[in-house]
Nanobody
Framework: HVQLVESGGGSVQAGESLRLSCAAD?????????MSWYRQAPGKDREFVSL???????NYSDSVKGRFSISQDSAKSTVYLQMNSLLPEDTAMYYC?????????????????WGQGTQVTVS
């Protein structure tokens, strides 16, 4: 059972920075997980923000490229999202997701596991 806990959200002024953290507990696993950040603003669909896959490849949505940076600690137990030059349109609940592309006993993880979210408000 995978558990994800996000932290680091808050209320900031436009132009300021925040760093979000996602602490992951994978238990004992042979599965390799891709870690991603999503966000959901009120009245809008959840949208992709950034990904770091199990091979270290990174991807960003166009809306955050150049302002946000994703990273992972060496143990791959915590994923960070450094958010700079924040804009009011970045206001949303931010969610961490873990998913695997591995098969066999890892298949349930292909659907993804989600954290509870952390709120970011930019004014």
């Amino acid at each position: 059972h995978v558990q994800l806990v996000e932290s680091g959200g808050g209320s900031v002024q436009a132009g300021e920075s925040l760093r979000l953290s996602c602490a992951a507990d994978f238990g004992y696993t042979i599965c390799r997980y891709d870690m991603s950040w999503y966000r959901q603003a009120p009245g809008k669909d959840r949208e992709f923000v950034s990904l770091i896959d199990s091979d270290g490849r990174i991807n960003y949505s166009d809306s955050v490229k150049g302002r946000f940076s994703i990273s992972q600690d060496s143990a791959k137990s915590t994923v960070y999202l450094q958010m700079n030059s924040l804009l009011p349109e970045d206001t949303a609940m931010y969610y961490c997701k873990a998913s695997t592309r591995d098969g066999g006993p890892c298949v349930p993880g292909q659907f993804g596991y989600w954290g509870q979210g952390t709120q970011v408000t930019v004014s």
